[in-house]
Each structure stands twice: as structure tokens, then as C-alpha cells.
């Protein structure tokens, strides 16, 4: 059975700090995608990005990046310099390969982030 | 703009009373989801439509039924709502048309009290 664990219910900083968003996720799949997405206040989910179990290149996106490491089974997501706007819950989820109908996302319980001024 | 829309954003029902939630999709995807998260806890999938195949989770209850039309649009039904259905209900999209994994689209959610 696949699962998905963020070990950090809530997380507070102050803006322009570093953060880091663990996940950590089991699966007896070979092939298998992995997903941050980012929830805010106003309750929809937002895609923030999909890595496939092939490809543990580390991944920069202005100030979002992405840590995937196969070895530890952890797909972490830092946050540079933080921002008010970023105060959320993100959530970390786990595909396995497309089988024939959907591609059901498998997600963690979630880590809620607030940045303060 | 291409999106996800869920209408309404809140809808309050009495308890037993039958209520319909919408969700509709400009992005022409072939497959659509409704999920249910209650609060502080990560969204649950209820059930899925592959074009006009319906996929429903085992554990999902029978008082939560689905249409879908046509491709544009999914309505989740509760038959009969009980107080411990009050949650956020999330339409989402994907495009499968190919192997892999797609990232899902989500709508901004219909906020459910049952009273």
C-alpha cells in the first residue's frame, strides 16, 4: 500500500526565512510519480509540481525548490525567503503509474505553513 | 481562462434533505474527481469518472452518487446528508491520455454545513 508522511503538522516562520517541507513516502511500486500541491485559506488546491521516480534531478522554481532523494524515500520542498503569501497547507501526494482509468493521488496529511511579518 | 469551477462556493443543507454540488471544466479533460476533505485533514477521494465510466472507491457510501453529463460537466449528489458530511467538497481534472501520471486541476471547492 502506498502512503505519504509529512512528520510536520504546522510550521511558523518569520518572512524572508528559509523553510524546508518534509515528505517522506512508501511504495512498492518502481515507477511511481510524486506531487506538491499548495492549499491557501481560499481552499483550492493549487499544482505546484510532479516528479517521476526516474528523474532524481533537483528542481528550482524561483524561490520553490524541490529535494528528491530515492534513497531516503523523501521528496522535500524549500521555500527561499519566505512571504506572507506563501502561508498555506501544502500537501505532498504519491501516484502510482497511469493503470488504466485515473491516476489516484495517495496524500499526506498535510503541513500548514504561516510566515509572519 | 482555462479552469475548474465549482458552484456554489457554500451551500447549506438541512439534515435528510437531498443536495446537488456542481463542478464544471473548460480544460476538455477526460477524467474527473470529487473529493471530500474535512477540516485539517487531506482530501479523500469519494470517486472518479473516466469519460462516462464511473469509478467509485470501495469505502465510499452509498448516500454519494455521481453524474456526469457530458465532458464539461460532474454533479455530486447526497442523497440524504447527515452531520458528519459537512466538509469541503474539491472537483479536480486530469487528461489521460497517454502513460504516466497527470497532475490533477482542482476547483476552488464547495463549502458543506449540514444543519
Known amino acids: 500500500a502506498q502512503k505519504v508522511t509529512q512528520a510536520q503538522t504546522e510550521i511558523s516562520v518569520v518572512e524572508k526565512e528559509d523553510v524546508t517541507l518534509d515528505c517522506v513516502y512508501e511504495t512498492r511500486d518502481t515507477t511511481y510519480y510524486l506531487f506538491w500541491y499548495k492549499q491557501p485559506p481560499s481552499g483550492e488546491l493549487v499544482f505546484l509540481i510532479r516528479r517521476n521516480s526516474f528523474d532524481e534531478q533537483n528542481e528550482i522554481s524561483g524561490r520553490y525548490s524541490w529535494n528528491f532523494q530515492k534513497s531516503t524515500s523523501s521528496f522535500n520542498f524549500t521555500i527561499t525567503a519566505s512571504q506572507v503569501v506563501d502561508s498555506a497547507v501544502y500537501f505532498c501526494a504519491l501516484s502510482e503509474a497511469y493503470t488504466g482509468t485515473a491516476s489516484k493521488l495517495t496524500f499526506g496529511t498535510g503541513t500548514r505553513l504561516q510566515v509572519t511579518l | 481562462d482555462a479552469m475548474v469551477i465549482q458552484n456554489p462556493r457554500y451551500q447549506v443543507t438541512q439534515f435528510g434533505k437531498p443536495v446537488t454540488l456542481s463542478c464544471s471544466q473548460t480544460?476538455?479533460?477526460?477524467?474527473m474527481y470529487w473529493y471530500q476533505q474535512k477540516s485539517s485533514q487531506a482530501p479523500k477521494l469519494l470517486f472518479h469518472?473516466?469519460?462516462?465510466?464511473?469509478?467509485n472507491e470501495a469505502d465510499t457510501p452509498d448516500n454519494f452518487q455521481s453524474r456526469r453529463p457530458n465532458t464539461s460537466f460532474c454533479f455530486l449528489d447526497i442523497r440524504s446528508p447527515g452531520l458528519g458530511d459537512a466538509a469541503m467538497y474539491l472537483c479536480?481534472?486530469?487528461?489521460?491520455?497517454?502513460?504516466?501520471?497527470?497532475?490533477?486541476?482542482f476547483g476552488p471547492g464547495t463549502r458543506l454545513t449540514v444543519t
Open positions: 479536480a481534472t486530469s487528461s489521460l491520455l497517454s502513460q504516466g501520471a497527470h497532475e490533477q486541476y
Open positions: 469518472y473516466y469519460d462516462k465510466d464511473f469509478n
Open positions: 480544460l476538455n479533460h477526460n477524467v
